[in-house]
């Protein structure tokens, strides 16, 4: 059989979400109130979410159906297509077949319309009218912007200050899909307010901008937060994306050997490699490959323990490996690897030595994307470029054994609107970053006194 492309119809797209929560082998731990040490009470999550998705967070259930008007609007793009890296094969020498699942083809370019449509959909079912979200380099945010389009939302994202004046083309596109987006800090909330009071020529951060979209959902009654990652429910979603490639691999009568993702917050890693560690859990002999860059190293790292999502601690206490809620990031190009925790999903079952981890440098990184723009010319975004390099390290380590092997890889998204990062690389401009250690230990140390794991 052909195999270079594999396409699914769309009445093969999966009709359910896939929810791990049913398989660990250890339960996740909850997330704690700071200022009780208590588990949090759902209901408080109900003012910064709908209680649909609170409760998603917390089911149980092994399999969530997709609502039927989900679907619909993810057939806009999905079934995405498995296709065969033979160019990058070819250029190795190496023996492996190489697979990857292609989630550049969503409108927005990633796989974050994936959560983006199903967030949207049970925000408009549960009354909301209005979302807002905050966006580093505006992948989410665009995200964001098409799906809340499509079912009649509207949509505020608080974007970083300094990716608002670098990168105008994202912006455009929210502008483009009808969203606003506000260089973040702005003088429409409290957060906002003091710090431009106090640092008037701040270029603005996540953290701050986190601070904002929270502050202006919980302050008006059909007004929700949304985030593009890291939560349970947003790792769920994205189990559409392993689902259609255990279909599409079995049509070439092939499991692979090593299932390789890149991991910002987890989400993609998280879609594509959950139904394989259910393989897994259940005596498949598979391995399931994490890739991060050695300047955010939250896996290889950071230890696993409570902390805050957002450096404001506004977040409840997750259970998650981490480098510290006050972790100052390198200037690296990956703009979405660079969160200092992990889904607690993907952190537990690395703790349970169900899913291994990896470090890429950004040269290195750079390098396996220019490699793979120019054998298999779809360019990939500086993300995803971490997740090629693992695999070429896989696919090499295969020539050196002499041993056939089939590698799975996560092509997360395009690099099509991050092409200041290739010219950065082109013109010899980028180096390499190791977060220095007396840095996480430092950032830990804000950890004192919070319950430990
Ligand atoms: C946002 C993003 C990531 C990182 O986010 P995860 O939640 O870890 O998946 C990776 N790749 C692309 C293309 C992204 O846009």
């Given at each position: 059989?052909?195999?270079?492309?594999?396409?699914?119809?769309?009445?093969?797209?999966?009709?359910?979400?896939?929810?791990?929560?049913?398989?660990?082998?250890?339960?996740?731990?909850?997330?704690?109130?700071?200022?009780?040490?208590?588990?949090?009470?759902?209901?408080?999550?109900?003012?910064?979410?709908?209680?649909?998705?609170?409760?998603?967070?917390?089911?149980?259930?092994?399999?969530?159906?997709?609502?039927?008007?989900?679907?619909?609007?993810?057939?806009?793009?999905?079934?995405?297509?498995?296709?065969?890296?033979?160019?990058?094969?070819?250029?190795?020498?190496?023996?492996?077949?190489?697979?990857?699942?292609?989630?550049?083809?969503?409108?927005?370019?990633?796989?974050?319309?994936?959560?983006?449509?199903?967030?949207?959909?049970?925000?408009?079912?549960?009354?909301?009218?209005?979302?807002?979200?905050?966006?580093?380099?505006?992948?989410?945010?665009?995200?964001?912007?098409?799906?809340?389009?499509?079912?009649?939302?509207?949509?505020?994202?608080?974007?970083?200050?300094?990716?608002?004046?670098?990168?105008?083309?994202?912006?455009?596109?929210?502008?483009?899909?009808?969203?606003?987006?506000?260089?973040?800090?702005?003088?429409?909330?409290?957060?906002?307010?003091?710090?431009?009071?106090?640092?008037?020529?701040?270029?603005?951060?996540?953290?701050?901008?986190?601070?904002?979209?929270?502050?202006?959902?919980?302050?008006?009654?059909?007004?929700?937060?949304?985030?593009?990652?890291?939560?349970?429910?947003?790792?769920?979603?994205?189990?559409?994306?392993?689902?259609?490639?255990?279909?599409?691999?079995?049509?070439?009568?092939?499991?692979?050997?090593?299932?390789?993702?890149?991991?910002?917050?987890?989400?993609?890693?998280?879609?594509?490699?959950?139904?394989?560690?259910?393989?897994?859990?259940?005596?498949?002999?598979?391995?399931?490959?994490?890739?991060e860059?050695?300047?955010c190293p939250t896996l290889t790292r950071g230890p696993y323990a409570?902390d805050?999502?957002?450096?404001?601690?506004?977040?409840?206490?997750?259970?998650m490996h981490t480098l510290g809620?006050?972790f100052?990031?390198?200037?690296?190009?990956?703009?979405?690897?660079?969160y200092h925790g992990m889904?607690?999903?993907?952190s537990?079952?690395v703790?349970?030595?169900?899913?291994?981890a990896?470090a890429?440098?950004?040269?290195?990184?750079?390098?396996?994307?220019?490699?793979?723009?120019?054998?298999?010319?779809?360019?990939?975004?500086?993300?995803?470029?971490?997740?090629?390099?693992?695999?070429?390290?896989?696919?090499?380590?295969?020539?050196?054994?002499?041993?056939?092997?089939?590698?799975?890889?996560?092509?997360?998204?395009?690099?099509?609107?991050?092409?200041?990062?290739?010219?950065?690389?082109?013109?010899?401009?980028?180096?390499?970053?190791?977060y220095?250690?007396?840095?996480i230990e430092?950032s830990l140390?804000?950890?004192?006194?919070?319950?430990?794991?």
């Open positions: 059989m052909q195999d270079l492309k594999v396409v699914l119809r769309d009445d093969e797209m999966p009709r359910q979400w896939y929810n791990i929560q049913a398989d660990m082998p250890t339960p996740l731990s909850p997330p704690l109130n700071p200022a009780t040490g208590e588990p949090i009470d759902p209901e408080a999550l109900g003012a910064v979410f709908p209680m649909n998705l609170v409760e998603q967070e917390m089911a149980q259930d092994r399999w969530i159906d997709i609502p039927e008007e989900v679907l619909q609007k993810l057939l806009i793009w999905r079934p995405s297509p498995l296709q065969r890296a033979r160019g990058l094969e070819q250029a190795l020498g190496t023996p492996a077949r190489i697979f990857y699942k292609n989630e550049g083809v969503s409108p927005a370019g990633s796989h974050k319309p994936n959560s983006a449509i199903a967030q949207a959909y049970y925000n408009k079912q549960f009354g909301i009218k209005r979302l807002t979200t905050e966006t580093g380099a505006g992948q989410w945010g665009s995200a964001l912007s098409f799906a809340t389009q499509q079912f009649g939302l509207e949509l505020k994202v608080y974007m970083v200050r300094v990716s608002f004046e670098q990168k105008p083309f994202r912006k455009l596109m929210m502008q483009t899909w009808g969203a606003q987006c506000v260089p973040s800090p702005t003088l429409d909330t409290e957060v906002g307010r003091r710090v431009l009071a106090e640092f008037p020529d701040t270029p603005g951060s996540l953290g701050i901008a986190i601070s904002e979209a929270i502050e202006d959902a919980v302050s008006s009654p059909d007004t929700r937060y949304s985030l593009g990652s890291v939560l349970n429910f947003v790792c769920l979603h994205q189990t559409v994306i392993g689902l259609e490639a255990q279909k599409q691999m079995e049509k070439l009568n092939l499991y692979p050997d090593v299932v390789v993702g890149c991991v910002g917050g987890g989400s993609n890693f998280a879609g594509l490699s959950f139904p394989y560690v259910r393989d897994r859990i259940h005596g498949r002999n598979v391995r399931i490959l994490a890739a860059p050695t300047a409570y805050f999502g957002d450096l404001a601690k506004t977040t409840p206490l997750l259970p809620h006050d100052v990031p390198a200037p690296l190009h990956a703009g979405g690897l660079r889904a607690p999903l993907v537990r079952l703790k349970d030595e169900l899913i291994e990896t890429v440098n950004q040269l290195d990184s750079y390098a396996a994307g220019m490699l793979w723009a120019r054998t298999e010319g779809f360019i990939p975004a500086p993300e995803t470029t971490h997740a090629i390099a693992a695999a070429i390290e896989e696919a090499k380590k295969a020539r050196e054994e002499g041993r056939e092997r089939v590698i799975l890889l996560g092509w997360s998204g395009h690099g099509l609107m991050d092409l200041k990062g290739y010219e950065a690389y082109l013109k010899g401009e980028l180096t390499n970053y190791e220095p250690q007396e840095m430092k140390h804000a950890l004192d006194g919070y319950p430990k794991l």
